[in-house]
């Protein structure tokens, strides 16, 4: 009895301390190291020296953990200020402000594929993207798949930049010393421009050209798209 009450008092002074924030950003390091895989409620509580259950007063479940470090990630975009400009070079800065943001969470990322609109940063940034597919003449179904497209290319420009540094330096210099080899390693008859691009390939030489390029190809596409668009019918 006396054992059961002390470990009752233990677990809500434990309540007491846990701070919401730090229990997401234990969540995030995580993801950040180890994937999302390595993210449970058990796995976070431990790193805090508690038991789940204490965990269970800031998130339902594993999922609401997960909930809250895509808002997490969404509320650290910095947006900036709607002017004057076309809609293209406004949109194009909304982009960059969501890769910045991403850039130190690849393996996070993906986590926005789902969950972009459940929080009040989300919805933010979809409002002004919609706000701008608008602006450039897309009705209401146009925007809505324009954006959905947009959101996926951002997730796959972070998580695939070529040679992204993860884990050990050493590690990941081996790995690009090996996919380097590999490349170069192929038939330069059958495979010409990989050979010549072996370098590129497997690491940026420049990771912020990766990603304004990357940002402009997107951006240039939906120009494109309305370009080139033809009336829907009725």
């Given at each position: 009895?006396?054992?059961?009450?002390?470990?009752?008092?233990?677990?809500?002074?434990?309540?007491?301390?846990?701070?919401?924030?730090?229990?997401?950003?234990?969540?995030?390091?995580?993801?950040?190291?180890?994937?999302?895989?390595?993210?449970?409620?058990?796995?976070?509580?431990?790193?805090?020296?508690?038991?789940?259950?204490?965990?269970?007063?800031?998130?339902?479940?594993?999922?609401?953990?997960?909930?809250?470090?895509a808002e997490s990630l969404l509320a650290a975009v910095e947006m900036p200020a709607p002017d004057d400009r076309p809609w293209y070079e406004?949109?194009?800065?909304?982009?960059?402000?969501?890769?910045?943001?991403?850039?130190?969470?690849?393996?996070?990322a993906v986590l926005l594929l789902t969950r972009v609109t459940g929080s009040e940063p989300g919805l933010d940034i979809t409002e002004r993207?919609?706000?701008?597919?608008?602006?450039?003449?897309?009705?209401?179904?146009?925007?809505?798949?324009?954006?959905?497209?947009?959101?996926a290319s951002l997730i796959t420009l972070v998580i695939g930049e070529p040679g992204h540094a993860s884990g050990d330096a050493e590690e990941?210099?081996?790995?690009?010393?090996?996919?380097?080899?590999?490349?170069?390693?192929?038939?330069?008859?059958?495979?010409?421009?990989?050979?010549?691009?072996?370098?590129?390939?497997?690491?940026?030489?420049?990771?912020?050209?990766?990603?304004?390029?990357?940002?402009?190809?997107?951006?240039?596409?939906?120009?494109?798209?309305?370009?080139?668009?033809?009336?829907?019918?009725?």
């Open positions: 009895m006396y054992t059961t009450e002390l470990i009752g008092r233990r677990e809500m002074a434990a309540q007491k301390r846990l701070n919401r924030d730090e229990l997401i950003a234990t969540a995030l390091s995580l993801t950040d190291t180890e994937g999302l895989g390595a993210v449970t409620i058990r796995r976070v509580a431990q790193q805090h020296d508690v038991t789940p259950m204490a965990l269970y007063r800031h998130f339902p479940d594993k999922e609401g953990l997960l909930d809250a470090v406004q949109l194009e800065d909304v982009l960059t402000a969501v890769v910045k943001a991403l850039v130190p969470h690849p393996n996070a993207v919609l706000a701008q597919l608008g602006s450039a003449g897309m009705d209401v179904q146009q925007g809505a798949d324009s954006s959905c497209h947009v959101l990941h210099e081996a790995a690009v010393r090996a996919k380097r080899a590999h490349l170069n390693s192929l038939s330069p008859r059958r495979y010409p421009h990989v050979v010549a691009a072996a370098g590129p390939l497997a690491e940026c030489a420049s990771a912020e050209l990766y990603y304004r390029r990357g940002i402009e190809l997107i951006v240039t596409g939906l120009r494109g798209l309305r370009s080139g668009s033809q009336p829907v019918a009725g």
